[in-house]
């Protein structure tokens, strides 16, 4: 079941001759259970899809479904609304509420939605525990690690049983045994609460936790991998290095295959 | 939801929200310590005015409605009782004298009045007795001559004067007690007209007219002032009436002590609209990212911004009540010599403004919250 589809989608930035197009007639669907990863090299306009996805974008053209109601169609007030009850978000910087604590930061969205109660509450605390962080519920941001925070990132966009989840660069603050870690879990939750997610990575180790990877170049859909193997031998290739996770700027990881060429990175 | 993250968010930060409301406190002691004093020092002037019981004031022509500088003989008072319309006069004279403390210590600069039995002028007791006759050595005195020196209905007091160069003193019987009517700054004594004539300084001779210094006049319809002022101009040679306000607005320095502390007064407010909007804003500016992220996950603009008023208001209003507390404190242990008076319609009038300048400060924060793009906050502009 299509649970995300973007149609003949378009971002044009500026007009006339300043006019930039970031995304150019990009067609998409995501089904429930099915984790996405989003690549391409730093200005391929996929920052500016997932950000279309999430409906903090208006596309300049084209269509975005989510629980079959075109959200570029919404005003700033019905997509903000509809942001807390369909999308789920986990992004590049931790962004927890820095003086809620673990538990209190991923019912955030839970009394955001008038949905906290008993059962919600335990909900939070089992998936806390879920995510290695049982110990730390009453800890607030500052006292936690990267990880542990992002990992409640994670809790967070998972919480309301959202039909989307997607994710910012949800590693790029991490190391690499911790980027493994989170991005593993992470897929793991979405296919088991049968979500559809979405993570724009600039680290092509983390594709193997994937389904599918979607290559964006030039803001268009040059190239997606759907095949389990190729999809392992792109993440193998780019972790026989070892090194630690790559910056979004950063150097070339693996320059002979193509996707990673294409990366850039 | 606005009020869960507000509240959560001053008391997991109890240090940096205390800081600020106790900056706000200050401010609230110090808006209502001036409010305070120009209540205490308006009314040390004006008081025995305030609270006359006759409608107008009638002063000596050119006078330009200075009690010290008018002079109303008997036949002005005999003219003002023809004119149509007016109940009863009383004539009132002023001067300063020094009452000598029963104990022996240094000398009370007191309000020396004289008033006729009876008629408007003459202050009502709360104890003892009225004046009864025009002479005597009977007096009514203040709550200020009571506090400063303890006296009680059936003491004697003595009062000294100079004449020329010639010190002489003159003992009074207490026959009643007033409440504060202060004038001039000094505590008030109220003897009768012709004792006050005899006592004051460079008093007049035994054969010569009685004058006092105004004559207050109580009307039949006290309504009519404003067409009674202009009735007594017109029919009472040499004169000029006032309604009582009018006539303490003119005391010398009265308007300039008045304008000088309200304007210290909306300087303050000034600085508190300043630094509760400067702190409020430096948080907001903290804060950029997180509202950003806030916003994406879900939170409108609307909860945002009642989150910031919440958050301003509550500071803000516990500041006030601690300032409010603490200036109730500090002005109830005042000596009753330093004019601090604070009154529930000014300190109601103050705290009501000072509850006002944090929304006031923070009104530019909430717009800048409201502003905050959630994308260019999370990195994710292009």
Redesign the interface.
């Known amino acids: 079941m299509i649970a995300l589809e973007a149609i003949n989608v378009t971002k044009i930035?500026g007009t006339g001759a300043n006019a930039?197009t970031?995304v150019n007639d990009v067609s998409l669907s995501i089904k429930r259970g099915e984790f996405v990863a989003m690549v391409g090299p730093s200005g391929s306009g996929k920052?500016?899809m997932?950000?279309m996805l999430?409906g903090?974008?208006k596309p300049s053209h084209g269509q975005i479904i989510i629980a079959e109601k075109d959200i570029g169609r919404m005003s700033e007030?019905k997509r903000?609304?509809?942001?807390?009850?369909y999308?789920g978000?986990a992004?590049?910087?931790n962004?927890l509420?820095?003086?809620?604590n673990a538990q209190?930061n991923v019912e955030?969205?839970l009394?955001?939605?008038g949905k906290l109660n008993r059962q919600s509450r335990q909900r939070a605390r089992d998936l806390l525990d879920r995510l290695g962080l049982g110990e730390r519920l009453k800890n607030?941001p500052g006292q936690l690690s990267g990880g542990q925070q992002q990992r409640v990132a994670i809790a967070?966009a998972l919480i309301h049983e959202p039909e989307v989840v997607l994710a910012?660069e949800p590693t790029a603050s991490l190391d690499t045994e911790r980027a493994h870690q989170v991005v593993q879990t992470f897929a793991e939750l979405i296919h088991e609460q049968n979500r559809a997610g979405v993570m724009v990575t600039h680290d092509l180790r983390m594709c193997k936790y994937t389904d599918r990877v979607i290559q964006m170049m030039d803001g268009k859909i040059s190239r997606i991998i759907a095949d389990r193997h190729e999809i392992l031998r792109l993440a193998g290739a780019a972790d026989a290095l070892e090194g630690p996770a790559p910056s979004p700027n950063g150097r070339p990881v693996l320059a002979g295959d193509p996707l990673v060429a294409v990366q850039g990175i | 939801m606005s009020f869960y993250l507000a509240i959560k968010e001053v008391w997991r930060n109890k240090g940096r929200f205390a800081l600020i409301a106790s900056v706000v406190a200050l401010i609230t002691t110090l808006v209502l310590f001036i409010a305070a004093l120009a209540e205490g020092l308006a009314s040390a002037n004006r008081e025995y005015i305030e609270k006359l019981n006759g409608e107008l004031l009638v002063f000596q022509e050119g006078t330009q409605l200075s009690t010290t500088a008018s002079r109303i003989g008997r036949e002005r008072i005999a003219e003002l009782r023809r004119v149509e319309g007016i109940e009863a006069v009383g004539q009132v004279g002023f001067s300063t004298l020094k009452l000598v403390p029963p104990d022996g210590g240094a000398d009370i600069n007191v309000s020396f009045i004289g008033v006729e039995p009876g008629l408007p002028g003459e202050p009502q007791v709360y104890a003892g007795q009225q004046i009864e006759r025009d002479r005597g050595n009977n007096v009514i005195v203040d709550e200020g001559v009571v506090a400063r020196i303890g006296a009680q209905v059936g003491d004697t007091i003595t009062l000294k004067v100079t004449q020329g160069t010639q010190e002489e003193f003159y003992d009074l019987t207490i026959i009643g007690l007033t409440d504060r009517r202060q004038y001039f700054f000094q505590p008030a004594v109220f003897a009768p007209l012709n004792t006050w004539d005899k006592i004051r300084p460079d008093g007049g001779a035994a054969d010569a007219e009685l004058v006092s210094n105004i004559a207050v006049v109580r009307l039949q319809d006290p309504a009519a002032q404003e067409a009674m002022t202009t009735k007594i101009e017109q029919e009472v040679k040499d004169v000029e009436a006032a309604n009582r306000q009018t006539a303490w607005e003119a005391i010398p320095g009265y308007a300039a002590q008045q304008s000088t502390l309200s304007t210290q007064q909306f300087f303050t407010f000034f600085i508190g609209v300043l630094v509760v909007g400067g702190f409020f804003q430096i948080q907001t500016l903290q804060k950029v990212a997180q509202i950003g992220m806030l916003k994406a996950i879900g939170l409108s603009n609307w909860t945002v911004g009642w989150t910031a008023i919440i958050q301003i208001v509550t500071v803000n209003a516990i500041g006030v009540v601690i300032g409010a507390i603490g200036t109730l404190a500090l002005t109830a242990n005042f000596p009753v010599t330093v004019p601090i008076m604070l009154t529930g319609a000014t300190a109601l009038a103050s705290v009501l403004a000072l509850l006002a300048i944090g929304p006031l400060g923070g009104i530019v924060s909430v717009f800048v919250l409201l502003r905050i793009e959630p994308l260019r906050a999370l990195g994710m502009a292009q």
């Open positions: 930035y930039i970031a920052t500016t997932l950000a999430a903090l974008l007030g903000t609304k509809f942001r807390g009850q999308i978000f992004f590049q910087a962004n509420v820095p003086f809620l209190e955030l969205l009394r955001l939605n607030r967070r910012d």
